[in-house]
């Protein structure tokens, strides 16, 4: 079992280890700050739960879902780690992957910044993919047998999260169509909470899981070694799974509240049991495409479920013009953070080599 104390050890010894793990941390940090919110977004603007507290649940959840997920099936990070190769030179392969990581970390900010929702589970895969190209000047580092679960998964979680979303909604409408509708505001008000809880351990489970397969990307690089075929990533890095979840959580509670404006408030006009049944069917997409290993985005499955919500009333009710800029930003993130993982990668070996 590899202790926290030699893996610091490691990094103080290895100056390009140390980098590319900081890198990682920012980016897990900066993951908490701008896709986390999205857990959260239609409990706080149904007015279930004020925004602080809601971060705060948001946070603890986070923390839980990274950790208890990993326990039970880490095949999404083993997913992300095999998916590209940087070769056998562990300096010039942890220079590659810090040019990524540094990409992805740019793409995020800018984008949290104009508080638009971006996936950083997409720029993660983009960056590292457009670093591993540049590496070998072909697509020879890219394994396209782990590759295409990214394309499977983008398919699957928009349909999981618009068709359950509708679904779930359409249920609760007429289960509750004879309710006295101010006798159900306590009740949908919890469930929300409760909906909003799960969908942020799910981000947990999903995003958190990918960015410890990165940690362990660096550990292994920086000793020229693959990773190896019998690796058990909840009993040899329970560290790290701490780790990494309490970078997250440290993220989710420094805020978001652009990104919560943005999917809660613009999209779609939401009640209480709208709310409640857009985070039940984000999470249990979230959780399906976990168990199949699947890499997918949090705000993907948030953002089509909240538009599956919208379309039980009406088409017109979704916000048309807020989904169109999420679409092009999603559309954007794969050539745009993999083209500057690319240049970055470039620039780094031309640099440090």
Same mark, same amino acid.
């Given at each position: 079992?590899?202790?926290?104390?030699?893996?610091?050890?490691?990094?103080?010894?290895?100056?390009?280890?140390?980098?590319?793990?900081?890198?990682?941390?920012?980016?897990?940090?900066?993951?908490?700050?701008?896709?986390?919110?999205?857990?959260?977004?239609?409990?706080?603007?149904?007015?279930?739960?004020?925004?602080?507290?809601?971060?705060?649940?948001?946070?603890?959840?986070?923390?839980? #879902?990274?950790?208890?997920?990993?326990?039970?099936?880490?095949?999404?990070?083993?997913?992300?780690?095999?998916?590209?190769?940087?070769?056998?030179?562990?300096?010039?392969?942890?220079?590659a992957l810090s040019a990524a990581l540094f990409a992805i970390v740019l793409w995020a900010t800018l984008a949290w910044v104009f508080g638009i929702p971006t996936?950083?589970?997409?720029?993660?895969?983009?960056?590292?993919?457009?670093?591993?190209?540049?590496?070998?000047?072909?697509?020879?580092?890219?394994?396209?047998?782990?590759?295409?679960?990214?394309?499977?998964?983008?398919?699957?979680?928009?349909?999981?999260?618009?068709?359950?979303?509708?679904?779930?909604?359409?249920?609760?409408?007429?289960?509750?169509?004879?309710?006295?509708?101010?006798?159900?505001?306590?009740?949908?008000?919890?469930?929300?909470?409760? #909906?909003?809880?799960?969908?942020?351990?799910?981000?947990?489970?999903?995003?958190?899981?990918?960015?410890m397969g990165v940690v362990l990307l660096c550990v292994y690089m920086s000793h020229g070694q693959a990773l190896p075929k019998d690796l058990d990533i909840a009993?040899?890095?329970?560290?790290?799974?701490?780790?990494?979840?309490? %970078?997250?959580?440290?993220?989710?509670?420094?805020?978001?509240?652009? %990104?919560?404006?943005?999917?809660?408030?613009?999209?779609?006009?939401?009640?209480?049991?709208?709310?409640?049944?857009?985070?039940?069917?984000?999470?249990?997409?979230?959780?399906?495409?976990?168990?199949?290993?699947?890499?997918?985005?949090?705000?993907?499955?948030?953002?089509?479920?909240?538009?599956?919500?919208?379309?039980?009333?009406?088409?017109?009710? %979704?916000?048309?013009?807020?989904?169109?800029?999420?679409?092009?930003?999603?559309?954007?993130?794969?050539?745009?953070?993999?083209?500057?993982?690319?240049?970055?990668?470039?620039?780094?070996?031309?640099?440090?080599?």
């Amino acid at each position: 079992m590899d202790s926290m104390l030699a893996f610091w050890n490691q990094m103080t010894a290895n100056p390009l280890l140390f980098i590319a793990v900081m890198l990682t941390l920012g980016v897990i940090l900066v993951n908490g700050w701008t896709d986390a919110p999205n857990a959260i977004a239609t409990c706080v603007v149904t007015r279930c739960m004020p925004p602080k507290a809601a971060i705060l649940m948001a946070a603890v959840f986070n923390f839980l #879902g990274v950790f208890v997920m990993t326990l039970v099936n880490a095949k999404v990070a083993e997913t992300i780690t095999k998916m590209v190769d940087f070769g056998t030179d562990p300096d010039k392969a942890i220079i590659a992957l810090s040019a990524a990581l540094f990409a992805i970390v740019l793409w995020a900010t800018l984008a949290w910044v104009f508080g638009i929702p971006t996936s950083e589970s997409h720029a993660l895969i983009a960056g590292l993919t457009g670093s591993a190209i540049a590496l070998h000047n072909s697509l020879d580092g890219v394994n396209g047998g782990e590759w295409v679960k990214v394309v499977y998964g983008i398919g699957v979680s928009v349909v999981l999260g618009f068709g359950l979303g509708w679904l779930v909604c359409k249920l609760v409408t007429k289960i509750f169509y004879k309710a006295n509708r101010p006798k159900t505001e306590p009740f949908f008000r919890g469930a929300q909470i409760a #909906g909003a809880a799960y969908s942020a351990f799910m981000h947990g489970a999903q995003d958190g899981q990918k960015f410890m397969g990165v940690v362990l990307l660096c550990v292994y690089m920086s000793h020229g070694q693959a990773l190896p075929k019998d690796l058990d990533i909840a009993n040899d890095y329970l560290w790290l799974m701490i780790l990494c979840s309490s %970078i997250m959580a440290l993220g989710t509670a420094m805020g978001g509240k652009k %990104i919560i404006k943005s999917v809660g408030m613009d999209m779609v006009k939401l009640e209480k049991y709208q709310g409640f049944s857009a985070d039940l069917a984000a999470s249990t997409s979230l959780l399906l495409c976990s168990v199949f290993s699947l890499p997918v985005s949090t705000t993907h499955a948030k953002t089509t479920a909240i538009m599956g919500v919208g379309a039980v009333k009406r088409v017109s009710a %979704i916000n048309f013009s807020v989904v169109k800029e999420m679409v092009m930003t999603w559309v954007l993130t794969f050539p745009g953070c993999g083209l500057v993982g690319f240049l970055m990668t470039k620039l780094f070996m031309y640099i440090f080599t």
